[in-house]
């Protein structure tokens, strides 16, 4: 048998270690990547010329970072890596993809999608305002470029990486004015059996929350949003939440860091119409897969946060076994002793992701509440209330119909950041289960082209 | 129109890097080499651009390539996405689309 076309989309932890695992069984993957450099959004590394340590720029995980990007390194010579290349479309055992306005295809036996996940995010009023970032957004300022978002932050949202991302901050000399997590501390204390599934990663997390409170920054647990407040022109000025007490509390800042975990990049396997399934915990749809990272289509197979977020770590174990049921569905014998122990850890991973979903939980109940003059598309300016009266006068039951009768979902980001509260906005004033609501369908180009590209396709 | 504004990110180090000159919007900025298109503009000014929907100003929103809330053009109507396109010297660049609507330029 000829030599199996085995493709990999992205070059995070989980696509590096999926490399790895192909290449040592004597295949030669192809790497296709979006980002300048390997490493994914974790592992970013920063520019050429800048000078900050591997302990300055990922803390703890410092020793993952070196060994994914060395690992990389030895790698490259054997992989047919392709950076600064968009996956943008998968059709009929091909990825097409785009690198710097040259279109370009891949045909595939195996393809393996690790395509990382971005912010979850849920509108809070003036989230419109300039100097509103994502949280992930925030850390890439400070790790790919050494800045802070602004001069006076404040972080709002739940989620571990909302912690990391202020005390990140706060070490590197920026003022973080306050923290600001909607999820109750007693969430925590519950999720704590499932959170130690992992100990190391538990202290971890414990060191970060103890680093926050001996800083000094104002941390307030189970506040709820009410406002952004911002100029048109000079941006945000600062944030107003509800305290658990009651208070309503005003933060002056410049800039805010607003997140609320991570959602999977799911569009690739979506167009690759892989089957899809609600998950009640997270209370979003994402891909089916099995224990090895197998999709409902024979030939893909998805792994790291871009189908469960597990962190890094599960990520890289992920990829690994995503390569072995590639080899092993293509016929290549896979050694049982090395899967048997990914496949514990893995399990290990699952258990810790569900532990922090419980100890994090999304405010679903913000989104059905937001005042209907919130904008909820930040791309195109659309507001609560008009996906409201859609789904209520318009009979716009379904996210999809939802979002032909009001664009809510359409604009520049696609529906990444506005898609979740959309469904709950759906699910709350048509008073069905957000299940039954539906999910906004991944869409070929999963980012926007330029127009010239398009005239150079077959 | 009204004044782009200060500076709305803050270096924190990473200082000692080249400096290089930059145009935006007729206006000459100094950046960073190694700079994001993003990071070199917002370290000069207040917003990338104004909303095409809205009264406000922008300035990106997730900085890895997936809102898209940060395209700027070449002179010559090339769209850039300003988080992941590095700062080069002598770039010119306008935060204004040059023609219409969002789709339709390159």
């Not at chain 1, 296709?32 to 974790?42: F, N, S």
């Not at chain 1, 007693?186 to 202290?203: D, E, F, N, Y």
């Not at chain 1, 699910?427 to 005239?455: D, H, N, S, W």
Request: charged content about 25%; hydrophobic content about 45%; aromatic content about 6%.
């Amino acid at each position: 048998m000829a030599e199996p076309r085995i493709i990999i989309v992205g070059a995070g932890p989980a696509g590096v270690r999926a490399a790895e695992a192909l290449v040592a069984a004597g295949v030669r993957p192809v790497l296709l990547d979006e980002g300048q450099r390997d490493g994914g959004q974790i592992y970013r590394r920063q520019p050429e010329g800048f000078s900050r340590t591997p302990e300055q720029l990922y803390g703890t995980e410092a020793g993952r970072a070196i060994a994914l990007h060395r690992s990389f390194e030895r790698l490259k010579p054997q992989i047919d890596y392709r950076p600064r290349h968009l996956a943008w479309n998968v059709a009929d055992g091909v990825v097409h993809t785009i690198s710097e306005g040259k279109p370009g295809q891949f045909a595939y036996d195996a393809l393996i999608i690790a395509a990382g996940a971005t912010d979850r995010l849920l509108p809070v009023k003036g989230w419109q305002h300039a100097g509103v970032y994502s949280l992930g957004g925030a850390q890439i300022a400070l790790k790919a470029q050494a800045c802070a978002i602004g001069r006076k932050v404040v972080f709002l949202g739940t989620g571990p990486l909302l912690q990391l991302v202020a005390l990140q901050y706060h070490k590197a000399g920026a003022e973080v004015v306050a923290l600001l997590d909607t999820s109750p501390f007693p969430r925590q204390v519950m999720a704590l059996p499932k959170l130690a599934a992992r100990p190391g990663m538990l202290l971890k997390g414990l060191r970060i929350v103890g680093g926050l409170m001996a800083s000094g920054m104002a941390i307030h647990r189970g506040v709820t949003p009410v406002e952004i407040h911002g100029e048109a022109e000079a941006g945000v000025t600062g944030v107003s939440v509800r305290l658990a007490s009651g208070e309503i509390r005003r933060f002056d800042c410049d800039a805010v860091g607003l997140g609320y975990h991570l959602r999977p990049e799911a569009q690739l396997a979506d167009l690759a119409r892989c089957a899809f399934t609600f998950d009640a915990r997270t209370r979003q749809f994402w891909p089916e897969i099995d224990a090895d990272g197998r999709s409902s289509v024979p030939g893909i197979y998805l792994a790291g946060d871009g189908v469960r977020t597990q962190g890094a770590d599960g990520a890289e174990i992920s990829g690994a076994l995503a390569a072995c049921a590639a080899l092993e569905d293509l016929g290549r014998s896979v050694p049982d002793a090395p899967r048997a122990a990914l496949r514990a850890k893995a399990r290990v991973m699952e258990r810790f992701r569900e532990g922090i979903a419980e100890a994090y939980p999304w405010p679903a109940g913000l989104a059905a509440d937001l005042p209907d003059e919130a904008i909820l598309c930040r791309c195109e300016g659309i507001t609560v209330g008009e996906l409201r009266e859609a789904a209520k006068e318009k009979g716009a039951d379904e996210v999809n119909r939802a979002k032909a009768l009001t664009r809510v979902g359409m604009g520049r980001c696609q529906g990444r950041y506005c898609g979740h509260a959309g469904a709950e906005i759906v699910a709350a004033a048509t008073g069905m289960p957000l299940e039954a609501v539906g999910r906004l369908r991944g869409q070929a180009p999963v980012k926007p082209l330029a127009i010239a590209a398009g005239e150079v396709q077959p | 129109m009204g004044s782009p504004g200060q500076a709305r990110f803050l270096r924190l180090g990473e200082t000692g890097r080249a400096r290089i000159a930059l145009v935006v919007d007729g206006e000459t900025i100094e950046a960073l080499e190694g700079d994001s298109l993003l990071v070199a503009i917002l370290t000069a000014r207040g917003r990338l651009r104004r909303s095409e929907f809205g009264p406000e100003a922008r300035s990106g929103f997730c900085l890895m390539a997936a809102c898209q809330d940060c395209w700027v053009w070449t002179a010559d109507g090339h769209r850039l996405r300003a988080c992941d396109t590095p700062a080069r010297a002598g770039l010119s660049l306008v935060t204004e689309q040059p023609e219409l609507s969002w789709p339709n330029r390159a």
